[in-house]
């Protein structure tokens, strides 16, 4: 079977407590000025897909006491996320809890998905619709079984809290603390370190610098192995430029297919905005642990001119890396005394056409183990932003290729899939995986006979508090 559309029917909805109660002094998380300006409340979500595996695995339903069971252990760490979001200030940390959403995606194989993912179908694999800016629930989770005994876990974060870093961090505390619970003594669980206003307090402040996008947008995935990011690599070298970054060469050839695919649409007077995410962490004197939580990034901004020959990409891969080695500490104490958060200006004149890169790459997205082994598969994605052409990067699970997810008008996605220069270096879509992909009965007609209602409860099993050392931290 292909797959074209999912079928996703949810069977219980719980709300998942912290297992102890959060202090009175933690009672207001603050958001930190970047928190407030970077994006409206959108969210980013992660899904993790975990084939089945009989002899290793228990049935659904204990793997739902155990997730239900980890989650609450790891609320008391990362307690804003049970709380709810006020205005654009502060998150009330009253531990009103988080929704966890059960269901079953009929008549369709982990297999299926893994063969032909269709990103804007994934989007039904969470708990929240992820540009709903009214919601007020920072984290939602959704767990869903496939036909075959295969599971994802659908994580849904709010931007307004938590940068893809901070999503990641959670993630993995959240698999190791489940881990712990499975006797894995070894697990180390790295708390967070809720220190983002400190740099950047609070301010009175509404306004956001990116907006959710208005029209229709759509999302591809396309993965780039490792020859054709070292050809592109290889062929952006100049003689004043050292050899580009994956990621600097990848966003240098996809920015110039959409210029190319572009030239005929009647708009000849364009002015082109390229754009990176940048992780502020590592750049503060001295650098914040990598597991500060909060949107703790910034805006590199790029302006390439249009050549008549291939240079421009070369143009664009030097202009990326000039303009993120800008945000150094010294561009990190303007922004803490004041200066202008939004790098994203255009041109007075003509038409502006922005095109927005960022992603994961580098950071261990695979090492979200529970207890049942590493997932099969990680989709990450961000709701389409008020940019032309949006552009995701995730490593492969081998870490030699990197998925591009890009989100444009399906028009330009169109023309993308038929540029003869772009499809040169795609890499078939197929999701490397295990030959464990067979058909085994689904376990989820135990759980048919549940009452389908609305349950709202805290997890019945006994949980122990959590410790971890004062060194711990991410190891990339």
């Known amino acids: 079977m292909e797959m074209t559309t999912l079928e996703?029917?949810?069977?219980?909805?719980?709300?998942?407590?912290?297992?102890s109660p959060t202090p009175d002094h933690l009672r207001h998380y603050r958001y930190s000025f970047l928190d407030q300006t970077s994006l409206p409340q959108i969210y980013s979500s992660m899904v993790l897909f975990f084939e089945f595996n009989g002899q290793t695995q228990p049935n659904i339903t204990e793997?739902?006491?155990?997730?239900?069971?980890?989650?609450?252990?790891?609320?008391?760490?990362?307690?804003?996320?049970?709380?709810?979001?006020?205005?654009?200030?502060?998150?009330?940390?009253?531990?009103?809890?988080?929704?966890?959403?059960?269901?079953?995606?009929?008549?369709?194989?982990?297999?299926?998905?893994?063969?032909?993912?269709?990103?804007?179908?994934?989007?039904?694999?969470?708990?929240?619709?992820?540009?709903?800016?009214?919601?007020?629930?920072?984290?939602?989770?959704?767990?869903?079984?496939?036909?075959?005994?295969?599971?994802?876990?659908?994580?849904?974060i709010s931007h307004k809290i938590a940068d893809g870093l901070s999503m990641l961090m959670?993630?993995?505390?959240?698999?190791?603390?489940?881990?712990?619970?499975?006797?894995?003594?070894?697990?180390?669980?790295?708390?967070?370190?809720?220190?983002?206003?400190?740099?950047?307090?609070?301010?009175?402040?509404?306004?956001?610098?990116?907006?959710?996008?208005?029209?229709?947008?759509v999302t591809k995935r396309f993965v780039f192995?490792?020859?054709?990011?070292?050809?592109?690599?290889?062929?952006?070298?100049?003689?004043?430029?050292?050899?580009?970054?994956r990621v600097e060469a990848l966003s240098a050839f996809i920015w110039s297919r959409f210029v190319a695919i572009s030239k005929d649409d009647g708009i000849h007077e364009k002015f082109h905005s390229v754009i990176h995410v940048?992780?502020?962490?590592?750049?503060?004197?001295?650098?914040?642990?990598?597991?500060?939580f909060g949107n703790l990034i910034s805006f590199a901004c790029s302006t390439p001119s249009l050549l008549?020959?291939?240079?421009?990409?070369?143009?664009?891969?030097?202009?990326?890396?000039?303009?993120?080695?800008?945000?150094?500490?010294?561009y990190i104490k303007k922004l803490q005394g004041g200066a202008d958060h939004d790098n994203m200006t255009g041109?007075?004149?003509?038409?502006?056409?922005?095109?927005?890169?960022?992603?994961?790459?580098?950071?261990?997205?695979?090492?979200?183990?529970?207890?049942?082994?590493?997932?099969?598969w990680v989709y990450v994605r961000l709701p389409g932003l008020n940019f032309n052409n949006l552009v995701i990067f995730i490593e492969t699970k081998d870490n030699n290729g990197?998925?591009?997810?890009?989100?444009?008008?399906?028009?330009?996605?169109?023309?993308?899939?038929?540029?003869?220069?772009?499809?040169?270096?795609v890499y078939p879509s197929w999701i490397c995986s295990s030959p464990s992909l067979t058909h085994h009965p689904s376990p989820f007609a135990e759980l048919q006979c549940r009452n389908r209602q609305s349950l709202i409860k805290k997890p019945s099993v006994p949980t122990k508090p959590v410790t971890w050392g004062a060194e711990s931290q991410l190891r990339y």
């Open 225 to 245: 192995d490792a020859s054709n990011i070292e050809y592109l690599r290889a062929r952006y070298v100049g003689t004043t430029m050292k050899r580009p970054s």
């Open 347 to 376: 041109s007075d004149g003509g038409q502006k056409v922005t095109s927005f890169f960022t992603g994961l790459c580098k950071f261990p997205l695979y090492d979200n183990d529970f207890g049942w082994g590493k997932p099969s």
């Open 8 to 19: 996703v029917e949810i069977i219980s909805k719980e709300i998942i407590k912290p297992s």
């Open 170 to 217: 959670f993630s993995r505390a959240w698999a190791a603390t489940a881990r712990r619970a499975h006797g894995d003594q070894e697990a180390e669980i790295h708390g967070p370190e809720f220190i983002s206003a400190t740099p950047f307090p609070t301010k009175l402040f509404t306004q956001t610098c990116i907006g959710v996008a208005k029209n229709k947008l």
């Open 308 to 330: 008549n020959t291939r240079e421009e990409c070369y143009g664009l891969a030097r202009q990326v890396r000039e303009a993120i080695s800008k945000i150094d500490k010294g």
């Open 63 to 156: 793997i739902s006491n155990h997730l239900k069971t980890s989650l609450a252990e790891v609320l008391t760490l990362y307690y804003p996320l049970a709380g709810r979001a006020h205005d654009n200030l502060y998150i009330d940390c009253n531990d009103k809890g988080v929704p966890f959403l059960v269901a079953h995606v009929n008549k369709c194989k982990l297999s299926d998905v893994l063969r032909d993912p269709i990103p804007d179908e994934l989007t039904k694999l969470v708990a929240f619709e992820l540009d709903d800016v009214d919601n007020k629930i920072p984290f939602g989770v959704q767990l869903n079984v496939f036909e075959c005994g295969g599971f994802a876990i659908g994580q849904c």
């Open 278 to 292: 940048v992780n502020l962490r590592p750049r503060f004197d001295p650098p914040l642990p990598l597991h500060s």
């Open 402 to 425: 990197i998925e591009a997810y890009i989100t444009s008008a399906e028009e330009v996605l169109t023309k993308l899939q038929r540029d003869t220069e772009f499809l040169q270096r």
